[in-house]
């Protein structure tokens, strides 16, 4: 396979702990569980895509990038907090954090809504990735995070080229698609993200949906600025079809900005 980067592309003895906040360490541990759990997702993206052949190598190509993310914030996660245990955490996830991949057909309705739904998880790690980097100092996750970012674009790409050219009776209608889009946003209020957050923070809590997910959302939405949120707006006007740049798009932004600056102060 041929990949991009690796981890020993990274300048490890680079890394400066006094650079490192604690919230963003948290955050880039539970970031790091979720992208390491991409093969668990590409088995079931591999059966919904099972008449074809050249969509499912690509699915697995994808999946090492993410394991590869996954791999590298783990190993980031470890230095800055020497007492952390990613492979542990990432049981403890895997064990509690259980998907259903035995599907024949996408739970999004048809194909196109399958890989629009993916163009949207792109779009926010790359927003994400992308606002971390603009954010931290600490020069090793500043690199990661580019690196990364620059991936998660790639991968919105591909998946969008791919929404493009699915046979027609795969296709989603535009009505279709904002509701997926929709759907989709919010999810990621769902279980994943806070559950992720609690395997990788908090040892002697039960897990609480809510505490969980407001402590991640609140963390991970103080990196973005009106130039992230915009551009990830775009990305997903452009993946359900719409202008990427309209009257529409800015309203879209400013209310997102609104929502993310009230999980922030929340
Ligand atoms: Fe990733
Ligand atoms: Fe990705």
């Known amino acids: 396979m041929n990949k991009h980067w690796t981890l020993d592309d990274i300048p490890w003895d680079r890394f400066d702990r006094s650079l490192a906040d604690d919230g963003t360490i948290k955050v ?16 079931y993206l591999r059966n919904i895509f099972h008449a074809d052949a050249a969509f499912q190598q690509i699915a697995l190509v994808w999946a090492e990038e993410e ?11 470890e ?6 245990d990613f492979e542990q955490a990432f ?15 996408s739970i999004r309705g048809c194909l196109q809504s399958e890989l629009l739904a993916r163009c949207l998880v792109e779009t926010g790690t790359s927003s994400m990735y992308s606002a ?7 020069p090793v996750l500043k690199l990661l995070c580019r690196k990364i970012a620059a991936d998660e674009f790639r991968h919105y790409k591909l998946f969008y080229t791919y929404m493009q050219k699915v ?16 759907g989709r946003l919010r999810e990621v209020d769902d279980d994943e993200l806070a559950f992720a957050f609690h395997c990788a923070n908090e040892k002697d809590q039960p897990y609480d949906l809510q505490r969980c997910n ?16 915009e551009r990830a707006v775009g990305m997903i006007f452009k993946a359900v079809g719409l202008k990427p740049h309209s009257w529409m798009s800015s309203l879209a932004s400013t209310y997102a900005e609104k929502v993310m600056q ?4 929340a």
Do not use: C, M
Request: overall charge positive; cysteine-free; glycine content about 6%.
């Open 262 to 265: 009230g999980r922030v102060a």
């Open 167 to 182: 046979p027609e009776p795969e296709k989603a209608s535009l009505l279709a698609r904002v509701k997926v889009a929709v």
């Open 67 to 77: 394991v590869q993310h996954g791999l590298a914030l783990g190993r980031w996660s």
């Open 79 to 84: 230095l800055a907090d020497p007492g952390y």
């Open 214 to 229: 407001n402590a991640y959302s609140r963390q991970a939405f103080s990196y973005y600025g009106r130039y992230h949120i």
């Open 28 to 43: 880039i541990k539970a970031a790091a569980l979720t992208e390491y759990n991409a093969r668990h997702y590409t088995t």
């Open 91 to 105: 049981k403890k996830f895997t064990t509690g954090y259980v998907i259903p991949v035995d599907k024949d057909k």
């Open 132 to 138: 971390i980097a603009d954010h931290t100092d600490e």
